[in-house]
């Protein structure tokens, strides 16, 4: 598991001030980033090179209780499958030590 801190900022969220539904699945994806970075792994030299492509194929989010601009959230990230050619990885939005929200990226490497 990998842990990361993150600040829900205006612009995450719609005009109510909740986070915008595709945000969660952003911060997902940067939490997996900020992982990849942690562990030297370098995101600029492999789209650069071009002989590895890891797109995304498949997404979800789930909201389990608001989030709002202000929320300072711990992101729990975890490679919940890995498979011969795809893996997923899995986000765990947790504010005041409570589950608000999940999101699930499925990712092909070719």
Request: aromatic share 12%; net charge neutral; charged share 25%.
């Amino acid at each position: 598991m990998f842990l990361y801190e993150r600040v829900v900022r205006v612009e995450d969220t719609d005009a109510t001030g909740y986070i915008y539904f595709a945000n969660l699945l952003k911060m997902g994806l940067e939490a997996f980033e900020e992982f990849l970075y942690s562990e030297s792994f370098s995101l600029q030299k492999m789209i650069e090179s071009k002989k590895i492509l890891m797109p995304i194929v498949h997404s979800e989010a789930d909201f389990f209780s608001p989030i709002t601009v202000g929320n300072r959230i711990d992101i729990q990230l975890t490679v919940s499958h890995i498979g011969k050619k795809s893996f997923t990885h899995s986000s765990e939005f947790i504010l005041n030590r409570k589950r608000v929200g999940k999101s699930t990226i499925v990712h092909v490497a070719f």
